[in-house]
C-alpha cells in the first residue's frame, strides 16, 4: 500500500500495532488477509523520496549507490544506478595517481548526478502514478499506459491495462469496489 502520508516513522525495526495489517487490508483478497492474520508481530516502514544530492564527494571520499541517490523502488534501478556509479568511479580512478583522486572524483559525480537524478525523478513520479486511487486520473493513467503497450507491443502484459480487460475483473480493492 502506497501512501503519501508522513505517519510513517524511519524505522525498519518499527512493530505495526495489532490488527493495523488486517485493517490496510480490509476487503482484499481472503487469502492477502489469512496470511496477515497468521504473520505474528509485522513491522512496518515507509518507503521514503530524498531531495537529489548536488555533491557526493567531499576531497578523498565519495558517495556512490543509495547513499548517493538512494530511489523509491518503482522503476527497479537502485540497483542497476550502483553498477553505473562502480563503472564510472572505476573508470575515473583508472591510473588515477593518489594526488589525482579528488579530481577523478569530481569528474565521476559531474557524469552520473544528472542521469541517477533524472532515475530518482522518475521513479518517485513511477510511484505516484503507479498508486493513483481509482477515479479520472487512475483511468487517464490506464489508458496512457495502454497506449504505449500498443505501441511497443511489450510482452502479453500490454494487455493488463486495456479498459475491456479491467472491467471483466472480479469486484475488489484494485477496481473500487
Known amino acids: 500500500m502506497f501512501t503519501t502520508r508522513a505517519a510513517t516513522q524511519e524505522s525498519w525495526t518499527a ?11 480490509t476487503g482484499w483478497d481472503p487469502r492477502v488477509r489469512t496470511v496477515l492474520e497468521r504473520a505474528g ?18 576531497g578523498r571520499v565519495t558517495l556512490l549507490g ?3 541517490h538512494a530511489m523509491v523502488p518503482f522503476q527497479a534501478q537502485g540497483a542497476a544506478q550502483t553498477i553505473l556509479d562502480a563503472a564510472v568511479l572505476g573508470d575515473e580512478l583508472t591510473d588515477a595517481t593518489p594526488a589525482d583522486v579528488p579530481a577523478a572524483l569530481d569528474r ?3 557524469r552520473r548526478v544528472p542521469a541517477a ?3 530518482q525523478s522518475r521513479s518517485a513520479q513511477a510511484g ?15 489508458a496512457r499506459m495502454a497506449a504505449h ?5 511489450f510482452m502479453p502484459q ?3 491495462w486495456r479498459a475491456e480487460v479491467l472491467d471483466d475483473r472480479p469486484p475488489g480493492p484494485a477496481s473500487g469496489a
Do not use: C
Not at 512493530?15 to 487490508?25: C, Q, Y
Not at 508481530?41 to 567531499?58: D, E, K, M, S
Open 15 to 25: 512493530k505495526a500495532e495489532p490488527g493495523e495489517p488486517l485493517r490496510a487490508f
Open 149 to 153: 503497450a500498443a505501441e511497443h507491443r
Open 41 to 58: 508481530q509485522v513491522f512496518r516502514y515507509g518507503i521514503h523520496t530524498r531531495t537529489p544530492l548536488t555533491g557526493w564527494n567531499a
Open 128 to 142: 505516484r502514478d503507479f498508486h493513483l486511487p481509482d477515479g479520472p486520473e487512475a483511468e487517464a493513467r490506464n
Open 158 to 160: 500490454a494487455a493488463a
Open 117 to 119: 537524478t533524472g532515475m
Open 66 to 68: 543509495d547513499s548517493a
Open 108 to 110: 565521476y559525480v559531474r
